[in-house]
């Protein structure tokens, strides 16, 4: 969409205690009766950001972005946008647009009246209106289509649409609502890359809901974790995958073996783990926030695990001894499920750097699993 001089945020302004956020919502919660939707949200988002809600479908995410957007008046807390109090201000009147699941394009209307609908309450001339339907179809690369109908589109080119017509207005915020669902793969992840480049030329900020933890990490200078109406974890995108904290977060974010432990020496920054699953003593570096006797979880994503058919020979790695239980072969690599001697399954993934039809480790073949103390996460039980 435009040139490749994109360049990622400079000043990472959520790391400066200076900086002034453009979004401030203070406890914002949302009940039903006796049930919670939203519990008391408290967050900060600034200007430009790409900042994602995730989480589990019923979590409440996109009950806070329609509070956000105004569709729902929040039961408690505060929504501010650039100073403004924004939590009993009608939708209409917000700096703030919506895309929906569903893109909610009109079929009887043409590409270009779809986009331009959102200028109809601005008292502007013909010649203007056009001209800023033309550029924001250019912006999303539909400017030949503008006299095409939805149904004459692709699922691609109607998102795109959707896109236009929510920016047309030129608002301070753009909210999207699992923008990219309705895509298929390949065009979801060509897409991503698009919307990170025009969200970049646009300026403004991007607040998006997904479900889907790849395409948040793709997308989002940050992260809000949701689970059961409370923010959990926020960070960037390698803070969430690489220091969960939680055993929730662990395991929503990619695949995780979590191995139960109990913690059984602490010294100079290594804790030292006993792991019946694994058959015995486990080493991870710690900080020092836990203590003897406690009851930890350790977290290893698969792809920090080595194989190898003979003992590893480093000094202070972990190795444990399995068999080879499942395997899938998925292009760029292979995922390899291990088996221990207490039956525990814990998943590896191997990169497939080289061409080759023949699996060097195989179903039933007798391995070792090796990782080193600072590849996983302890986390509480």
């Not at 302004?13 to 956020?21: G, N, Q, R, S, T």
């Not at 201000?89 to 703030?96: H, I, K, L, S, W």
């Not at 939805?150 to 923008?179: F, M, T, Y």
């Not at 292009?331 to 061409?355: E, H, L, M, P, W």
């Amino acid at each position: 969409m435009i040139s490749p001089q994109r360049q990622p945020l400079p000043d990472r302004p959520w790391l400066d205690p200076a900086a002034k956020p453009q979004i401030v919502l203070e406890g914002v919660g949302k009940t039903y009766g006796d049930f919670a939707a939203v519990g008391s949200v408290s967050l900060s988002i600034h200007k430009g950001e790409m900042f994602a809600l995730v989480g589990a479908s019923g979590c409440g995410k996109t009950t806070l972005l329609r509070m956000l957007a105004g569709f729902v008046t929040p039961t408690s807390g505060s929504i501010t946008i650039d100073d403004v109090d924004m939590t009993n201000v009608p939708p209409y009147e917000r700096p703030v647009n919506m895309m929906f699941q569903s893109y909610a394009l009109f079929p009887h209307m043409t590409v270009d009246e779809n986009v331009g609908y959102g200028l109809r309450r601005m008292k502007l001339d013909a010649a203007t209106r056009a001209k800023r339907v033309a550029e924001a179809l250019e912006m999303v690369q539909l400017g030949a289509l503008g006299k095409r109908k939805p149904h004459q589109l692709s699922g691609g080119q109607r998102q795109r649409v959707a896109l236009a017509r929510a920016l047309i207005r030129r608002p301070k915020v753009l909210l999207l609502d699992e923008p990219l669902s309705a895509l298929d793969k390949k065009l979801r992840e060509s897409t991503q890359f698009e919307l990170m480049d025009l969200q970049y030329e646009v300026g403004i900020t991007f607040i998006v809901v997904t479900h889907d933890q790849d395409e948040a990490m793709a997308l989002a200078s940050r992260i809000a974790v949701m689970d059961h109406g409370a923010v959990v974890q926020m960070g960037t995108p390698a803070e969430v995958y690489e220091a969960p904290k939680t055993r929730f977060v662990a395991d929503f974010f990619g695949t995780a073996n979590l191995l139960e432990c109990t913690v059984s020496e602490c010294a100079r920054g290594v804790v030292t783990v006993h792991s019946p699953e694994c058959g015995g003593a486990l080493l991870v570096d710690d900080a020092g926030t836990f203590s003897v006797g406690q009851s930890v979880c350790v977290a290893l994503r698969p792809e920090k695990v080595r194989l190898s058919k003979t003992p590893p020979t480093e000094g202070g790695t972990n190795h444990v001894k399995g068999v080879v239980w499942q395997l899938g072969y998925l292009g760029n690599r292979s995922t390899y499920q291990i088996k221990t001697a207490s039956g525990k399954i814990v998943t590896a993934f191997a990169q497939n750097d080289r061409r080759t039809v023949e699996w060097s480790i195989d179903w039933n073949d007798e391995v070792y699993l090796s990782w080193d103390a600072n590849a996983a996460v302890l986390l509480h039980a």
